[in-house]
């Protein structure tokens, strides 16, 4: 067999695998500043809109964002690398670690990007029963785990969410959530990589005539730590794959 068409075949490959990997490439990438998780409502419908809203100013495909823009929740990725001990037994344990472990942490200013969760598009409080909108984790994958924690001055930190079960939350990994709120929480991830979580926000709406139930979930990816480009994966893929075949020629001359 020829030289090209080794070098044909192998960008075949390359090609072959970049897409297969997750198109993370296709993605818009928020690396910094404020941001938040969450839904629109339009009155008299019974699903909500969940979305990423992006702050301006706030770092998106490595420039600011003139203005505040929202994008779809599989249209976007969330980037983290910083670091933080874990220094809570109760996070630590929803995290499936010990206490003192470094993990990834993101969700406020010191821990970029700022992402948090926002009720501010859904009307006013007294249009949905109670004044709030239960958020629940529904769906969660990653190669380790992750927690949401809130620590409130005077009476400690609360773990809202964890991709353990339920059995590590203080509510069954559900948040009655303010209407016209805006929280930002503590993220934690356990491991490198890619993570998809899926959440919930369910209400019963009173603004107008009959009470209208309203649901709607959106599945968001994080990417944690220091990750090869999908062109990087690819392109290692292939020229492993061309050394193997190379040496097997090699080899075979020699027998």
Do not use: C
């Not at 809109?49 to 706030?58: F, K, L, N, R, V």
């Amino acid at each position: 067999m020829k030289k090209p068409t080794f070098l044909l075949m192998a960008a075949f490959l390359a090609g072959g695998l970049a897409f297969a990997v997750p198109g993370v490439a296709a993605q818009s990438i928020y690396t910094n500043g404020h941001g938040d998780l969450g839904v629109e409502y339009t009155p008299g419908e019974t699903e909500f809109e969940p979305h990423w809203h992006i702050g301006a100013g706030a770092m998106v495909d490595g420039a600011p964002l003139a203005e505040g823009e929202e994008f779809a929740p599989g249209d976007l990725v969330a980037r983290l690398s910083t670091t933080s001990n874990v220094g809570n037994a109760s996070v630590a344990d929803a995290l499936g670690v010990s206490t003192g472990t470094a993990v990834y942490r993101t969700g406020i200013t010191a821990y970029p990007p700022n992402l948090g969760f926002g009720l501010e598009e859904v009307g006013l409080p007294d249009d949905w029963l109670g004044g709030a909108i239960t958020l629940t984790l529904t769906g969660f994958s990653g190669p380790g785990q992750m927690a949401i924690s809130q620590t409130v001055s005077g009476l400690g930190t609360f773990v809202w969410f964890s991709s353990l079960g339920d059995g590590y939350t203080v509510a069954d990994n559900e948040w009655e959530f303010a209407v016209g709120g805006h929280q930002h929480n503590d993220w934690w991830f356990s491991e490198t990589g890619i993570y998809e979580v899926t959440f919930e926000w369910s209400g019963t709406y009173i603004g107008g005539g009959e009470p209208v139930d309203v649901t709607g979930a959106g599945t968001f990816g994080l990417q944690v730590g220091v990750i090869p480009e999908p062109g990087t994966w690819a392109l290692l893929a292939a020229g492993g794959a061309m050394l193997v075949l190379l040496r097997r020629r090699s080899l075979a001359r020699l027998s």
